[in-house]
């Protein structure tokens, strides 16, 4: 299904409009991994990439992060961080958007495995919460380079890999995957 703009921005003012300050971070962050995503769509034409999607996946991706527990980031709910990929899914689920729903759910790090849920104990349904699709895996590896703490930065690609690595030296090596996919 194909939405537009402005549908996103009702999408998202449905749950961020009590918060304004969250709100203006959801949205910056959401532009800046959009804009990355749609600019690698525009120069890898024979990728092939879905751009309508990939602009609208990337917009929603963090709907979720409202129902965490953030307050760096003006988040008070009452969910862990590590959550919001999984509560935005289900949230998107509910507004008939099931193809975003799997982006939200599937773009947090590089993507967590069923055995990383159950090794770390995470507050997660048991099982695979991993880019798939190229638009996924795109949306993922966009989000990288940006933090909704700090706005004003974009990290380089090897900031970006360093962060990552926290995760598993598996996440770095697909992040270095992903660089030569996408912006080779």
Not at 43 to 48: A, G, I, M, Q, S
Not at 117 to 146: G, K, S, W
Request: aromatic fraction near 12%; include cysteine; charged fraction near 25%.
């Amino acid at each position: 299904m194909t939405i537009c703009m402005n549908e996103i921005f009702d999408i998202i003012e449905k749950y961020y409009c009590d918060n304004e300050p969250l709100y203006n971070i959801l949205i910056t962050h959401s532009k800046q991994v959009c804009q990355r995503a749609v600019s690698i769509v525009d120069k890898r034409t024979e990728l092939h990439l879905n751009r309508d999607f990939v602009f609208n996946a990337a917009m929603l991706h963090d709907i979720g992060i409202f129902m965490c527990n953030a307050p760096s980031i003006n988040c008070f709910g009452q969910h862990q961080y590590v959550e919001h990929g999984y509560l935005g899914a289900e949230l998107l689920r509910q507004e008939g958007l099931p193809q975003y729903a799997l982006v939200a759910e599937r773009h947090t790090g590089t993507g967590i495995t069923k055995e990383q849920i159950i090794q770390e104990n995470m507050p997660l349904p048991h099982r695979d919460f991993v880019p798939i699709t190229l638009e996924e895996q795109l949306i993922c590896y966009a989000d990288n380079f940006y933090s909704k703490t700090h706005l004003d930065e974009e990290y380089s690609f090897e900031v970006a890999c360093k962060k990552i690595q926290k995760f598993g030296e598996e996440c770095k090596t697909k992040m270095i995957y992903w660089k030569q996919l996408f912006e080779p």
